[in-house]
């Protein structure tokens, strides 16, 4: 097959090597589905980063800084000062650890879970606008397959990505 035949599934043979190649691919796909949605979160008076924090404690009874820091995609020094922020906001809380009073675990307010609740509601929206054409098996198997992936890749601290 000549370079720009399409495939029988109509998708047309990469040009270049950044046309096939997995992690390029899967940046691109996940910058310009966030942009979609970071909208509703910047009209929501939050950042990004603010927002990772709240989606990364929905579900969970708090996180430690560390590992908010891996799930919120955030290096752990801008972490703190984002969570201080969110503090103030009365969105999350901060709590020692008994055991170890040097760990402090980052738990959400009420007024922190019903933002949260809000706009995860709208990111799942979301999400079913964008697996919408691929069906919902192919849905439910491109989703399976990502987390099995990030289990055969585990991410790394943010600083230690580049």
């Known amino acids: ?8 599934d109509g ?12 992690a390029y691919l899967l940046a691109q796909a996940s910058s310009g589905i966030s942009r979609e949605f970071h909208r509703e979160v910047t009209a929501a008076g939050l950042s990004v980063t603010e927002w990772r924090v709240l989606a990364s404690l929905a579900g969970s009874d708090g996180e430690s800084i560390s590992a908010l820091s891996l799930l919120a995609l955030t290096k752990q020094p801008t972490l703190s000062k984002v969570v201080q922020r969110m503090e103030t906001d009365g969105l999350v809380e901060r709590t020692r650890v008994r055991s170890d009073r040097r760990q402090t675990v980052v738990r959400t307010t009420p007024k922190g879970r019903r933002l949260a609740s809000m706009l995860c509601e709208r990111a799942l929206r979301h999400q079913q606008a964008v697996l919408g054409p691929f069906g ?3 849905a439910r ?4 397959m990502l987390r099995e992936l990030l289990a055969l890749h585990p991410p790394s601290a943010p600083g230690d990505r580049e």
């Open 1 to 8: 097959m000549s370079d720009g035949e399409a495939h029988a």
């Open 11 to 22: 998708v047309p043979e990469p040009h270049r090597f950044i046309d096939g190649y997995l």
């Open 136 to 138: 919902a098996d192919n």
């Open 141 to 144: 198997m491109l989703l399976a």
